[in-house]
């Protein structure tokens, strides 16, 4: 599986880097694991719609990071990705905590995917 990371997501990921040390470390997991399992898998993630592309953009409600001790997958991080199936490519595009943004920014999507 190929990962890529668009320019706004290097700046989510900065700015949370301040926060969450182990981010880095944290991700690395993330992308074992969606290099196992590359869709949805409820509860964990889903699919989101209503964006009106052919793109599969899915979202990662439970991401554990090692930062926020005890926490486990209950840390509140959320990450957006695009998913190119006949490509066997990932490109990231956005990664925030929940107590700073209350959803994705559907409009960035839309912008880089249309």
């Known amino acids: ?4 990371e668009l320019l706004e997501f290097k700046k989510d990921l900065k ?3 301040k926060k969450f040390r182990t981010l880095n470390d944290d991700l690395d997991v993330v992308k074992q694991d969606l290099s196992d399992e590359p869709g949805e898998c409820p509860p964990f993630s889903f699919r ?3 964006l009106a592309l052919e793109t599969c953009v899915i979202k990662v409600k439970k ?3 090692k ?3 005890g926490r486990g ?9 695009a998913y190119f199936k006949n490509d066997e490519k990932i490109v990231f595009i956005e990664l925030y ?5 209350e ?3 559907k409009q960035r999507i839309i912008d880089n995917f249309k």
């Open 67 to 69: 930062a926020l001790k």
């Open 73 to 81: 997958v209950n840390s509140g991080l959320r990450l957006i990705y």
């Open 15 to 17: 700015q949370l880097l």
């Open 63 to 65: 991401i554990a990071c």
């Open 97 to 101: 905590h929940k107590n700073d943004k």
């Open 48 to 50: 989101i719609s209503n």
């Open 103 to 105: 959803n994705e920014d």
């Open 1 to 4: 599986m190929q990962f890529e």
